[in-house]
């Protein structure tokens, strides 16, 4: 990227020093970090019109309600949905997954079968297992190759009139596979079943147009795209938003109450109760916009270039493996190096001012997969460089002269 340093200036935690060296931060699967421009919309935020929204007629509740709303529009422009109310402010991924599986409970039922592929996050796991222990019906597997790709020919026989819903992720966080979503929609549409796509790590790297994907269901953490955690979105299609009950009872998502009946608030209010996390869902707003300030695509390019550099860099080391060697995928690199538990390396690395993510990333079946307990993950952003690959590199060399 040819204003890398421009763009790094926008970051003051890159500035700063862990355990006297200068950070090299290579865990943006994780959390990525924020730029002076977000933090400055916090801060504002806070400094000049802190105040309850929707409700209120004074001036600074009106204020923040108005640039509330405004965010819900610039994330509805910029994932391509086609009404703002199918935008649903929530606390992330793990909510919005949440809202969808909870919501399904009473429209699925004993025997009917949903697909989830073997390389998911666990929260999109867990809260699926948590509907089929509901309704009694089938969790099945969309098996993966070794290189961590996804079988197609056998999620197609999986595939039946009794499936309902795929849920599968966009990109995978452990692995930084990008899954044919358009192809898994297709088919799952064919037999008459909805889609969830947990779009967590795709979102910084690539734009998901909802509209041309006809996703049912996308999920976003603003964390991963440069923007505060605790806030996220669940894009829903309207019919689909529209039969799903409410998750959660309280203000905000209700018409009318009395103690015989309540009726329930229109979209998207119905799926959030409570005061929300406003100055979140404005500096996700902001996020965005400094985002495509850049350019996704400019992100991607560069983005790709790490990776290739890394990958290249990294197979040069002794012993070194890496899991996840999808011809399709993003830049992330899991690896273990042959005889070194993944921990001894990440804490090694920490001295040395790396971070890493090590363990199973919240992805305990491909760890399984591949019988290994965990791996090291460094994950990349636009922000990082070339020169931060070579120390981590470097620094993976002595760690294994230490450790082996
Ligand atoms: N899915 C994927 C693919 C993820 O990477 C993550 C975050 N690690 C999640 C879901 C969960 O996101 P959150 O913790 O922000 O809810």
Redesign the pocket.
């Known amino acids: 990227m040819s204003h890398i340093d421009s763009i790094r200036k926008d970051f003051p935690i890159l500035k700063r020093e862990v355990n006297g060296k200068p950070l090299v931060y290579l865990d943006n699967?994780?959390t990525s970090q924020t730029p002076q421009q977000v933090i400055d919309v916090i801060v504002d935020y806070y400094q000049n019109y802190n105040a309850n929204i929707h409700r209120g007629v004074h001036a600074l509740s009106q204020e923040a309600t108005d640039k509330y709303e405004q965010a819900r529009i610039k994330i509805q422009q910029h994932f391509n949905a086609k009404k703002t109310h199918e935008i649903i402010f929530t606390?992330?991924?793990?909510?919005?997954?949440n809202i969808v599986a909870n919501g399904f409970t009473s429209l699925i039922k004993k025997g009917d079968e949903i697909l989830v592929s073997a390389m998911?996050?666990h929260?999109?796991i867990v809260p699926w297992q948590m509907l089929c222990e509901r309704t009694g019906a089938i969790l099945k597997v969309i098996p993966m190759s070794q290189e961590g790709e996804l079988l197609m020919n056998v999620y197609d026989d999986l595939l039946c009139d009794k499936t309902k819903l795929v849920f599968c992720?966009h990109?995978?966080?452990a692995l930084g596979t990008i899954n044919p979503i358009e192809d898994i929609i297709e088919k799952a549409h064919a037999v008459g079943a909805a889609v969830l796509i947990?779009g967590?790590?795709a979102a910084p790297h690539i734009v998901a147009d909802v509209q041309k994907l006809d996703v049912d269901f996308y999920?976003v953490?603003a964390?991963?795209i440069c923007g505060p955690?605790g806030i996220?979105m669940l894009y829903g299609k309207e019919e689909w938003l529209g039969k799903l009950p409410p998750y959660q009872g309280g203000g905000e998502m209700i018409a009318e109450v009395t103690f015989e009946k309540t009726t329930y608030a229109d979209l998207p209010h119905k799926f959030e109760a409570g005061t929300p996390n406003i100055c979140g869902g404005i500096a996700f707003g902001a996020a965005l916009d400094y985002m495509n300030e850049i350019g996704f695509d400019a992100i991607a390019a560069y983005e790709h270039e790490l990776l290739e550099y890394a990958t290249q860099k990294l197979l040069e080391v002794d012993g070194l493996k890496i899991y996840g060697t999808a011809k399709n995928k993003t830049s992330v690199i899991s690896f273990n190096i042959n005889g070194i538990h993944p921990y001894d390396i990440g804490t090694i690395l920490d001295k040395l001012g790396i971070a890493v993510r090590t363990g199973h990333?919240?992805?305990q079946p491909i760890m399984d997969f591949y019988k290994i307990p965990g791996t090291v993950r460094a994950s990349f952003s636009f922000y990082n460089t070339m020169e931060e690959v070579d120390v981590l590199v470097e620094a993976i060399k002595r760690a294994k002269n230490m450790l082996q």
């Open positions: 699967a994780a606390s992330g991924t793990t909510h919005s997954i998911e996050h929260s999109n992720n990109i995978s966080n947990d967590a790590q999920t953490s964390h991963k955690t996220g990333h919240c992805a």
